[in-house]
């Protein structure tokens, strides 16, 4: 079983819980365990929120350029017994010590990418220049019992 979806999303707080609903949705209709979907959930939600708060850019495109300054995209991938889930936008991109290493928890500011590694299997973080940061995140799904969408 193979699910994807993608979103195109302004960068405004009503588009977290947007988000977040449409993959509680997906993954409630494929039958995957409600804890690991809360999880995902969670992780997915502080993602978004870091896109809306710092993911612009600070300056006006070029000419003939998109403005995506007000803009984040989210990807999520179910695919056999695992989710994959990206978030990417246009800002300024991580600091070099987060994508290079987890920040500490008790830090003032970096403590929602430290809960998505957390709560995922797997994380990463990265920075296209010019063009944003990307994080992405995996967990191996469980299934329900009654699913009907079970990995095969």
Known sequence: MSIWWSLHLRREAASVPLARRLLLGTMETAGVDPDISFDLSVALSEACANAVEHGGREAAPRAGAPDETGAYQVTAYLDGDRCRIEVSDSGPGFPAATVARRRP?????GRGLHLIAEL???VRFRNRPGRGAVVSFDKMLKWRDDALLKAS
């Open 105 to 109: 928890c008790l830090a003032e500011h």
């Open 120 to 122: 995922a299997d797997h």
